[in-house]
C-alpha cells in the first residue's frame, strides 16, 4: 500500500519518504544474494516514486584491515574490504537512442548508489520536506541538487558517503559501459547497492552484463556467514571427538550391542560429514566468491538426512525399541514414511535456502516450504512424547525400576529441549521482526547455530543414557522377558519350560493347595 501511495502521489509534497525507503530496503534483504559475486543479465528497473531502480546487492561487510591505493590495488587483496563494479553495460532501447542528439555527450545517466543502511535517511527528499527520490527543477532551485540525479545529503562522519557513481549515455549511443571501479569500505556496516536514473525516457533501460565483488578482510564470505566457518570447523572437531569416544566404548562392549547402538552410529557418522561438509563448503566460498555446486549439494543432502535420522533416532527410543519392544511391530512403515517425507521437505528447503541466489524464489516460495517442515516437525514431537508416556507406563507396570529411571532422565531432557527450542523460536520471530534491515546482521548467525548445537547437545544425551556397557540388563531388550517372568506372568499348560526359580515355587504352591484341602475336609 505504501509502495501505491508514494508512487501515485510522487508529484505532492511530502514530510517524510523514510518509509518508503525502508520498504525498499526491507524488500531488498527479503530477496538477499548469498553470493559475493553478483552476475547481473538482462535486469530491468523497477519504478518507485520518481525513479527507477534495480537492487544489486546487499551484505554486512567489515572495515579495511590495509587500505587500498591507486597505485596496488590489484595486487594483494588480502586483508582489504571493497566492491568492485566490474564490465558493467547499460542498454537503452533503440528507439530512445535514435531520438538523442549525436554531438552531445550525455544523453541519460544511470547512477549507482552504495549506501551504508544506517544512512538510509540521506538518500532522497526527506531533508527538503520532499518524498521524491529524484532531484526535480523546484528542489534544484536553491541548489540543493542537480536535476536528473538522484537526491544524496553527505554523511559528515563519513566523508564521501553515500557514494554515487555515474554512467552516461553517449549521442545516439545504446549501450553505455560502466568504468572499472574499485570502492573501499572503510566503515563495518551493512551496505545495499541501488542502480538507479531518473530520466523517464530511459524506461526500458536494462543492466545487459556485468558484476560486482564483494569482498571483506578475510575473504569472500558476506559478513553474515563469515563467523558460520569457523563455528563449523569447531562443530566437525565436536562430532569428531564424539565419534571417536562412541567408537572406542562399541569396541569394548561389542557383544552387548544391541540394533538400539547402529542408529546412534549412523547419526553420528552423518554429523561428522554435515559438519565437515558444510566447513569445506563456506572455505571454498571465502575463497572464490561463489557457492561451489557440487559441495553445496552434497552437504544439503547431508544435513537432511541427519536431521531425518536424529528424528527417528528420538522416535525409535522414544517408542522403547531394544528396550521394551524388540521390533517396531506395525508401526514400521509409518515410521519410516513420516522419515521419508521429512527428508523430501527437509532436502527442498535445504537446497533453497543454500543453492543459487534468494533472488530466484519469492517470499511466497520459501514459506510454502518451511510450512511442511514445520507441520512434520510438530507431528515427530507430538508422536515422540505419546510414546514416551506409553513406555513409561509399561515400565512402570513391570517394575523395571532401572529403566524407567533410565527413560525419565530422558523425557526430561526432551521436555527440556522443546521448551528452549520453543523460548528460541520465539526470539528468533522477534529478532527477524524487529531486525527488517539486517542492522544486526553480525548476531544473525547465531540464530543458525543454536539448532546445531542443540542437535548436538541431544545426540551427546542419548549417547550417555544408551552408551555401550558391560551390564547390559539397564536398556536391554533380552533380559527384559526374565523380569516378566519372574513377576509371574501366567504359563499355559502345554508343557513350557520355567526357571529354576519357578520351578522351585511350583512344589510349594501345589502343597499349599492340598493342605487348604485337608483342613476343609476335617472341618466336615
Sequence with gaps: MRFNRCSNHHHQPRHNPTPFLIILLSLSAINHVKASIHEYKNEGFIPRSNSFFFHGGSEGMYASKVHLNASNQDNSILGKSFIRFESIIFRRPKEVAAKQNE??????????????????????????????????????????????????????DNPGWPKRIQTPFGGKSEEAKMVLHTVEINRTGMYYLYFMFCDPQLIGTTIMSGRTVWRNPDGFLPGKMTPLMPFYGFMSLAYLILGLLWFLRFVQHWKDIIPLHYHITVVIGLGMCEMALWYFEYANFNVTGSRPIGITLWAVTFSA???????????????????VRP??????????????????????????????????????????????????????????????????????????????????????????SVLVSVAWIGY????????????????????????????????????????PSHNPTRYSYSEEVEDIEEEGIPLTASGVKVSGELMERKPAIITDHVFEVIEEDKRE
Design 428 to 467: 528468533e520471530l522477534y529478532f527477524n521482526a524487529s531486525d527488517p534491515l539486517s542492522e544486526l546482521w553480525k548476531r544473525a548467525w547465531i540464530i543458525q547455530a543454536f539448532w546445531a548445537v542443540l542437535a548436538y547437545i541431544l545426540l551427546v544425551v542419548t549417547c550417555l543414557l544408551w552408551s
Design 305 to 323: 538426512c541427519k536431521k531425518t535420522f536424529s528424528r527417528l533416532l528420538l522416535l525409535v527410543v522414544s517408542m522403547g525399541f531394544g528396550v
Design 103 to 156: 554531438m552531445q555527450q550525455s544523453t541519460g545517466v544511470v547512477e549507482a548508489i552504495l549506501v551504508e543502511v544506517k544512512n538510509r535517511d540521506k538518500i532522497g527528499g526527506a531533508y527538503l520536506n520532499s518524498d521524491a527520490i529524484c532531484c526535480t527543477p523546484k528542489l534544484a532551485s536553491d541548489g540543493s541538487c542537480k536535476v536528473g540525479e538522484v537526491i544524496i545529503r553527505q554523511d559528515p
Design 327 to 416: 521390533t517396531l511391530g506395525g508401526v514400521t512403515l509409518k515410521v519410516l514414511l513420516l522419515g521419508f517425507t521429512y527428508f523430501l521437505a527437509s532436502e527442498a528447503l535445504e537446497l533453497v535456502e543454500n543453492v543459487g541466489n534468494i533472488n530466484d524464489f519469492s517470499g511466497k516460495a520459501r514459506v510454502f516450504l518451511v510450512l511442511p517442515v514445520a507441520l512434520l516437525d510438530s507431528c515427530f514431537i507430538l508422536w515422540i512424547f505419546s510414546s514416551l508416556s506409553k513406555t513409561l507406563e509399561k515400565l512402570q507396570i513391570r517394575r523395571s525400576m532401572g529403566k524407567l529411571e533410565l527413560y525419565r532422565k530422558f523425557t526430561n531432557a526432551l521436555a527440556l
